[in-house]
T-cell receptor, first 110, second 114 residues
Framework: ELKVEQNPLFLSMQEGKNYTIYCNYS?????LYWYRQDPGKSLESLFV?????AVKQEGRLMASLDTKARLSTLHITAAVHDLSATYFC??????????FGKGTTLSVSS | NAGVTQTPKFQVLKTGQSMTLQCAQD?????MYWYRQDPGMGLRLIYY???????DKGEVPNGYNVSRLNKREFSLRLESAAPSQTSVYFC?????????????FGDGTRLSIL
């Protein structure tokens, strides 16, 4: 059974600081997705990571995938308030469905 | 560019009542999904449909039924609602076979069962 664990679950950051969110998963998969959710809203796709060593960047966010370690990271550079949201990683389960982590709620304050 | 449309957006039910949540997508996707989101639990898969005419159970299917009415529409039915089914329900779709495609989500249905 595929399990996906994110940490930390809550993250309070100061503007301008860097931090990393970790996503570990329990069985082999080479497809991993990152989503963002604002309070009361839907989920927005951020990154699709398809192979070992994949790295994607968009603005202050950078995601990477290490399939051998079963680990993905979402790195935040010089955080700004607009990045406050909940971030989910999700792992593809044998091409049928996604298994989601519990999410990391990020709060960025000045 | 509607994407994935869910109706209703909010609903309050009494225990034992039944209702159907509707989902439609206009992206010609073959796969559709129903999730529930509860505080601190992330999203959990209820049912999915890999193609028109097929449905499969996900992680938490008990108390729910689904119908893939056609390629566009995938409905979720609660036959006898229970307070434990109070949640936010999300429908999603994607085109499987194209691994670079993420799932696209609707805006959610907020369901309260008293």
């Amino acid at each position: 059974e595929l399990k996906v664990e994110q940490n930390p679950l809550f993250l309070s950051m100061q503007e301008g600081k860097n931090y990393t969110i970790y996503c570990n998963y329990s069985t082999t998969s080479d497809r991993l997705y990152w989503y963002r959710q604002d309070p009361g809203k839907s989920l927005e796709s951020l990154f699709v990571l398809l192979s070992n060593g994949a790295v994607k960047q968009e603005g202050r966010l950078m995601a990477s995938l290490d399939t051998k370690a079963r680990l993905s990271t979402l790195h935040i550079t010089a955080a700004v308030h607009d990045l406050s949201a909940t971030y989910f990683c999700a792992v593809d389960q044998a091409g049928t469905a996604l298994i989601f982590g519990k999410g990391t709620t990020l709060s960025v304050s000045s | 560019n509607a994407g994935v449309t869910q109706t209703p957006k909010f609903q309050v039910l009494k225990t034992g009542q039944s209702m159907t949540l509707q989902c439609a997508q206009d992206m010609n996707h073959n796969s559709m999904y129903w999730y529930r989101q509860d505080p601190g639990m992330g999203l959990r898969l209820i049912y999915y449909s890999a193609s028109e005419g097929t449905t499969d159970k996900g992680e938490v299917p008990n108390g729910y039924n689904v119908s893939r009415l056609n390629k566009r529409e995938f409905s979720l039915r609660l036959e006898s609602a229970a307070p434990s089914q109070t949640s936010v329900y999300f429908c999603a779709s994607t085109q499987t076979g194209f691994s670079n495609q993420p799932q696209h989500f609707g805006d959610g249905t907020r369901l309260s069962i008293l």
